[in-house]
């Protein structure tokens, strides 16, 4: 086929469950491509000889390799392709923001300038992953020869889970150290269901078990073990602790009850199944009317769970515009189709409560945006005079996370920055004490999930070559 040809092939659209249905369950909302529809997608891409997209994949994936062996129908090939570089791409395929990394770079997308005409990247990973998922026996994993040389990670989110994964592969002894009771870390407890079913991460975390991966739960290092005893354990430690440390308001009724950090809100509903009480342990409030402080991913999520745990209201209060909202715009466009409302260019500067001490409401400030900040977003500034009350029973902060400081505080030579992320050589990840590494939110702040997993990969090589001497 000419690429004129292919350039005439319009995206093909994902199905998906229709809005009125999906705020009634936790189902999936995207149901994926059917191989016919994965075929026809893969056909628009053209094959580009310098594929800028794999330049912005933070795993280097061969992108146009396995989008073309999709298209020739060989998808034994294309799974082979993707997982030479990914271990997890039923999540990334999922949760990535693709549309800012790979698919801005699609020469596609470039030709007929709009990204949303890009090749669907992120929507043939999650094919091919799932594809695998339910056709492939095959053990596409080479295990290296046995080295005798022990690792411990301690966290199990994306990066941590991507150096387990590759020093097994390696042929190093991997423990993975948990403080929740099930792995996973923001994956499992962060994401909802509707967006990445917990089943997926399960079987990831499964497969790495079948590598020979060992995990220990509700294992809090900093308090269960110290990194001192890890690191006189094993011949290399990886801190992968993620950013657990919620960020609040800081203004007067923050303390009433009904406010929620968006961290706790999406860990009742999503980690202990608080949204099928109660034939779940975990309560949570509900309420007609839901109030969602921040505009990023996590906002969104909260958002819509509060939609399908019966807020009839469930409000987007962000202090910039559209424009600067940082959430992926996949995840506005479903918010919005389940009609979530968005209060923009507002700002919260005080919670009600009634006499029992429950909100009852929240009071924000209209802003307009001045000149950019050092974000390069228009910097949002209050209009004097213009406070108005949102009546509201819950009120949820997702503005963002830090660094849990448990693990900082009780290992003072780790060396932290300004923002209480650590300190590490870039090209290594290793931290201010040899044979300790580093990545992932812990050192990024809040990132993406394929940030973390590069930066799980550039630590896994990095610690194989520190086992084996040789490092430089």
Known sequence: MKNKERLLIDPVKMPEQEPETRIHNQKEVPLG?????????????????NPKCVEDCPVNIDIPRFIGQIAEGDITAAVR?????????????RVCPQEEQCQSRCTVGKI??????????????????DWDRAHYTENTVRVETKTGKKAAVVGSGPAGLTVAGDLAKKGHSVTVYEALHKPGGVLIYGIPEFRLPKAIVQQEVENLEKLGVQFRYNAIIGNTFTLQELRDEYDTVFIGTGAGLPRFLNVPGENLLGVYSANEYLTRANLMRAYDFPNSDTPILRDERVVIVGGGNVAMDAARTARRLGAEHSMIVYRRSLDELPARKEEVHHAKEEGIEFHLLRNPVEIFGDEQGWVTGIQVIKMQLGEPDESGRRRPIPIPDSEYKIDCGIVIVAIGNRPNPLLLKETPELQVRDKGTLQ???????????GVFSGGDIVQGAATVILAMGDGRKAAEAMHRYMTGEQE
């Open 33 to 49: 491509f059917s191989l016919d529809q994965a075929k026809r997608e893969a056909l628009r891409c053209l094959q580009c000889k």
């Open 81 to 93: 392709t993707v997982k030479e570089k990914n271990v997890f791409p039923s999540i990334c395929g």
């Open 112 to 129: 007929h300038k709009d990204v949303d005409k890009s090749v669907g990247i992120g929507r043939l990973e999650r094919f091919v992953a």
């Open 424 to 434: 590490i050589t870039p090209e290594t990840g290793e931290t201010s004490i040899p």
